[in-house]
C-alpha cells in the first residue's frame, strides 16, 4: 500500500506578476503560491509530507490538451517587451502575460504531471501540487481567466494515454448567477451534460446566489457528487481547487469557511482506493486562501476535520441548483433514476 501525502512547489512559479495596471488581473498576484506554502510550514504541515521536484512539462505534454498553434504564439512571450505583452494578453479574456510566464506554466503543467505519477505509481497515496498560472480556465486554443495551460486537463489525457485510465468525469460547481456572471457561458448552467457517448460525464452545478455556506457546500456533495462519484467509481481523483469559493474571496463572494475543505476532501478520500491528486487553481484573499490550502492538505495527511458548528439545511437558491442538476442528471445516472 502507498503511503505518504506528496506536497510539490517551487518558489520559481512565484516569479512573474502583472506589470501595468489592470484592475481584473490584479488580483493574481505571487504571494498566492508563497503565503500558501508558508503556511504550511508554520503548521508543520511540510515536513510531514513528501516533497516532490518540480520539473517543466514537455511540449508534447502541453499538446495533449493545447493546439501547436497556441503553444507557438505563447512561446514567443519570453522575447516580447511589455507592450507587446499587453497587447498579446488582450488577445484574450481576462489574463496577462510576463516574459517569464511561459516557464511558470511549464512548469505549472510538469509539477502536476509529476503529482499524478507518483499517485498513480502507489508511491504516495495522495498529494497537492501548489502551482501557478492556474489552469481551469484556459482553453484548446486560448489562455483565459489567469490561465494558461490546463494543468488539470494535461493530467487527465496523461493519466489516460500513459496508465490506461479509462472514461473521464468532469463535476464544477461555480458561481453563475444565472449567466450573468463572468464568463457568461451557457454551456455552464446544469443543461450542459456532454455530448454522444459523454452524455452524463460531465456536471455543472451553477450557483446563481453569492454568500453561499458549509451547508450548501455539504448539500451538494452529499445529494450530487458523492452519489455520482461512487456509481462512476473513479480509477483516479483529480481536484482543481478553486479556494476563491472560501470566505473573504473578492471572486467568489462565498461565506464557506477555510475548516470546510478538510471535510470536503475527507469526503473524496475513499474514492479510487485514495487516489487523489489536489491542484491549486483560484483564491484571491491571500488569508482565506491560506488557511483553506493547510485545511485541504492537513487531511490528505490524515488528521481529523475540525468541527463545523452552525450547519442548517442550505438555502432556496442552492436546493433549486442541486435539484436541476439531478434532474438534468436523471436519465445517465442510476442513484437519480427515480427522479425521472
Known sequence: MA????????EEMSRYKLLWKDPVCEIEVPERVTVSY?????HGVTQRCKQLPVRQATEQEILLAHSEEYLEAVKQTPKM????????????????FHQNIYHCAKLAVGATLQLVDSVVKREVRNGMALVRPPGHHSQRSAANGFCVFNNVAIAALHAKKNYNLNSVLYFSWHRYENQTFWPNLPESDYTSVGKGKGCGFNIN???NKVGLTNSDYLAAFFHVL?????EFDPELVLVSAGFDSAIGDPEGEMCAIPEIFAHLTQLLMPLAAGKMCVVLEGGYNLTSLAQSVCQTVQSLIGDPAPRLSGLTAACESALESIQNVRNAQSSYWSCFKHLG
Open 3 to 10: 503511503s505518504g501525502s506528496a506536497l510539490i512547489f517551487d
Open 38 to 42: 508558508e503556511a504550511l510550514k508554520t
Open 226 to 230: 458523492l452519489p455520482i462519484a461512487y
Open 205 to 207: 452545478l451553477p450557483w
Open 81 to 96: 517587451s511589455v507592450e507587446e505583452l499587453m497587447a498579446f494578453s488582450k488577445q484574450y479574456s481576462d489574463v496577462y
